[in-house]
T-cell receptor, first 114, second 112 residues
Framework: GAVVSQHPSRVICKSGTSVKIECRSL??????MFWYRQFPKQSLMLMAT?????????EQGVEKDKFLINHASLTLSTLTVTSAHPEDSSFYIC??????????FGPGTRLLVL | SQQGEEDPQALSIQEGENATMNCSYK?????LQWYRQNSGRGLVHLIL?????REKHSGRLRVTLDTSKKSSSLLITASRAADTASYFC????????????FGKGITLSVRP
């Protein structure tokens, strides 16, 4: 199946710093990528939909100035958590559309903000 | 909320037994998908069933869909300890630009 990678897999940072997470589709081109957040033992919550070459569409309640998304190419989308705080600690997962019906998920990035 | 709901929330079985997990949803769908997530890892797509399908198989997995009851079930036969994971159903509702909406997940523990 199609492969989506994320980097880094784990990051620990101090409160107030910004963290960039990369999501890459390795063997296919993805016009649309999605960013999810998952708190422990909870479901995935969609944060935003990222389309190549255009602005991301954010879900209600997600601060676009806090979670900056850039989808500069058909194989790369980045999520930057700006001025991260402890409450931003979470598991961030990206996915990319392969066929119109299926999404391929990355392995996730564990963010811990101290 | 359009979020699907799985039940049970947690399931513990002996290796070799069958595991049945259920998912209910609220509005019309294009398709329903089941995913698996090992602890602290990403999601692995297991199977997709379209709204005009009633049953699909993939190896030891069997998925059914009852659109009249707005429910789906995932059956894992002859379970193995390696099947221990969280399982999520996700629905793609009808309508333009519909997103994939995840349920809360079921934690399956298979005892060796």
């Amino acid at each position: 199946g199609a492969v989506v990678s994320q980097h880094p897999s784990r990051v620990i940072c101090k409160s107030g710093t910004s963290v960039k997470i990369e999501c890459r589709s390795l063997d296919f081109q993805a016009t649309t990528m999605f960013w999810y957040r998952q708190f422990p033992k909870q479901s995935l919550m969609l944060m935003a939909t990222s389309n190549e070459g255009s602005k991301a569409t954010y879900e209600q309640g997600v601060e676009k100035d806090k979670f900056l998304i850039n989808h500069a190419s058909l194989t790369l989308s980045t999520l930057t958590v700006t001025s991260a705080h402890p409450e931003d600690s979470s598991f961030y997962i990206c996915s990319a559309t392969g066929t119109p019906e299926t999404q391929y998920f990355g392995p996730g990035t564990r963010l811990l903000v101290l | 909320s359009q979020q699907g709901e799985e039940d049970p929330q947690a399931l513990s079985i002996q290796e070799g037994e069958n595991a049945t997990m259920n998912c209910s949803y609220k509005t019309s769908i294009n398709n329903l998908q089941w995913y698996r997530q090992n602890s602290g890892r990403g999601l692995v797509h297991l199977i997709l069933i379209r709204s005009n399908e009633r049953e699909k198989h993939s190896g030891r997995l069997r998925v059914t869909l009852d659109t009249s009851k707005k429910s789906s079930s995932l059956l894992i036969t002859a379970s193995r300890a390696a099947d221990t994971a969280s399982y999520f159903c996700a629905t793609r509702y009808t309508g333009a630009n519909s997103k994939l909406t995840f349920g809360k997940g079921i934690t399956l523990s298979v005892r060796p």
